[in-house]
């Protein structure tokens, strides 16, 4: 069964640096997301991405985070200057469709993203 | 955020018996409801989903159960087995949003 990948499994960084976390969606999937979860809370969504464009977005995801499909298969979430309470799992997702098709998201395995 | 609820954080159920998980929301404009499996160190599985124009929907041992008038679902699994073991997340979204909201999730053990 097709899965959505993500790397790297686990990211320790500074505070104040850039990370990149990575993700390749189902292939025929259309739309595209990134959830966290900061430990012991709920799943939170921050951003979709459809058709190049971020179609959807939360509070959470400020002029920090960005999102890009650079290439036709990879999607990533970029925070530019990290910050103590960024450490969480970041799930990324992909579905088929939505609206009248209601189709679900597919999750990946998470990156555990570490900030010191 | 508490539109998506569940209130027992924990629920132990006899193999082969019964499993039934609770999931409350407030938001009358959610239209498409979802349960999904989390096991540790893992991302959120999909089990099931049903949108508002039902009330039900089965799927091998899983079924969920919508009550649109008292805004509650449920998920039942039956027989339960050890390998159902694991958090249990509710979500809904709203007509024409992308966002899922999650609930806090219950975690089930089956008892061999």
């Known amino acids: 069964e097709p899965e959505v990948t993500q790397t790297p499994s686990h990211q320790v960084t500074q505070m104040g640096q850039e990370v990149i976390l990575r993700c390749v969606p189902i292939?025929?999937?259309?739309?595209f997301y990134w959830y966290r979860q900061i430990l012991g809370q709920k799943v939170e969504f921050l951003v979709s991405f459809y058709n190049n464009e971020i179609s959807e977005k939360s509070e959470i995801f400020d002029d920090q985070f960005s999102v890009e499909r650079p290439d036709g298969s990879n999607f990533t979430l970029k925070i530019r200057s990290t910050k103590l309470e960024d450490s969480a799992m970041y799930f990324c997702a992909s579905s088929a469709g939505q609206g009248l098709y209601n189709s679900p998201l597919h999750f990946g395995n998470g990156t555990r993203l570490t900030v010191t | 955020d508490q539109q998506v609820k569940q209130n027992s954080p924990s629920l132990s159920v006899q193999e082969g018996r019964i499993s039934i998980l609770n999931c409350d929301y407030t938001?009358?404009?959610?239209?498409?409801f979802l349960w999904y499996k989390k096991y540790p160190a893992e991302g959120p599985t999909f089990l099931i989903s049903?949108?508002?124009?039902?009330d039900k929907n089965e799927d091998g041992r899983f079924t969920v159960f919508l009550n649109k008038s008292a805004k509650h679902l449920s998920l039942h699994i039956v027989p339960s087995q050890p390998g159902d073991s694991a958090v249990y997340f509710c979500?809904?979204?709203?007509?024409?949003?992308?966002?899922?909201?999650f609930g806090t999730g219950t975690r089930l053990t089956i008892i061999p």
């Open positions: 938001n009358s404009m959610f239209d498409y």
């Open positions: 979500a809904a979204r709203g007509f024409g949003n992308e966002k899922l909201t």
């Open positions: 049903i949108s508002s124009i039902k």
């Open positions: 292939s025929n999937h259309l739309y």
